[in-house]
């Protein structure tokens, strides 16, 4: 369920033209080629979430969003859109249902040479259809 769940969230996440018109690349792995702005699904880890009667996953994942720019409004307008995004998924997918989608955190830093890294962390709830 983990790796259906993250390819269909990278899928969405460059499905979306406004993302796809702000940046350079969006990746299910990291480190990326790609020169910034970039997104990619840096780490994942999932838990046993089942039921009585259905198996279910909780996943926990973190995406870096990489941006340069002098201005901080400029990266955090990408993360907000990026946020937005993935508050949109549709619940139900093939084989599973998203039954909690829920923002954990987020960190910021300026990183050298005027690039700045926001990592978002995510939980998941998925419940298994088929």
């Known amino acids: 369920m983990e790796i259906a769940f993250r390819t269909a969230l990278v899928a969405w996440l460059r499905a979306d033209p406004l993302l796809a018109d702000m940046l350079n690349s969006i990746e299910e792995a990291g480190p990326v080629a790609a020169s910034p ?77 005027g690039l700045r890294a926001v990592l978002l962390e995510y939980r998941f709830s998925l419940l298994e259809t088929e």
Do not use: C, M, N
Request: net charge positive.
């Open 37 to 113: 702005p970039h997104l990619a699904l840096v780490a994942s880890a999932a838990a046993d979430w089942s039921t009585k009667t259905a198996r279910g996953r909780e996943i926990r994942l973190a995406l870096e969003l990489v941006g340069r720019s002098d201005d901080p409004a400029q990266t955090a307008a990408l993360a907000l859109r990026v946020e937005q995004r993935i508050a949109t998924l549709a619940p139900q997918q093939e084989g599973y249902r998203i039954v909690v989608t829920q923002f954990l955190r987020s960190r910021v830093e300026r990183r050298r040479r």
